[in-house]
């Protein structure tokens, strides 16, 4: 959970599944997209907007030179779009609250370890599905494939855009709770 002054933003457990973008000429998995469920409440005494959402993705490393495990920032992707399941462009008034999701999207294209890893999830939607985009449930995916997912987004935030009539713009930092993106197995 996220706190900024009066703004609150908390991270739901996601009702939806990760989806693969798969390019048939390629034959791989070249995008997934996590869905990050979040629900701003205004606890101001103005109107507050949510602008838009930048997904951070890290690594995690040894530091040679520190001698210690640190996080690396991998990329930044600022065109993650963070939808309403209203009108996103309405205000969110004071006492009341409203649900996002935000789709984190993932290039996988040139990891070759990932499409050996879900060689058997790849080989069978290809084959059956017209579709070349997937919505993946945790249920048809291995133990070490869930672990491999995880570990991709474990480290992750998002950055909300908030506009308020109190504060103008300004910007809520949340780590990603993984457990509410993908349940851990047994």
């Given at each position: ?8 933003i ?8 990760p ?14 997209d996590?869905p990050?469920e ?35 920032l991998?990329y ?7 939808i309403?399941?209203?009108?996103n462009?309405s ?7 409203k ?18 890893i ?5 080989d069978?939607k290809?084959?059956s ?15 070490y ?14 950055r ?27």
């Open positions: 959970m996220g706190l900024a002054s009066q703004e609150q908390v991270q739901k457990v996601s009702e939806r599944f989806t693969f973008g798969y390019n048939s000429n390629k034959e791989k998995v070249v995008w997934i996590f990050i979040i629900i701003i409440r205004n606890k101001t005494n103005s109107n507050l907007f949510a602008n838009s959402a930048s997904y951070y993705g890290y690594v995690k490393h040894f530091d040679i030179h520190h001698k210690r495990w640190d996080y690396r991998l930044i992707c600022n065109k993650d779009s963070i309403g399941y209203v009108d462009n205000y969110i008034s004071p006492g009341n609250e649900e996002y999701l935000i789709l984190t999207r993932h290039p996988m294209e040139k990891k070759e370890e990932f499409q050996k879900f060689k058997n999830i790849i069978e290809s084959s599905m017209t579709s070349s985009i997937w919505k993946v449930s945790s249920s048809i995916l291995s133990n494939q869930i672990k491999y997912l995880r570990r991709m987004i474990s480290n992750d935030s998002i909300i855009k908030l506009y308020s009539e109190e504060k103008d713009v300004h910007y809520i930092n949340i780590p990603i709770d993984v457990d509410k993106v993908l349940p851990e197995t047994n």
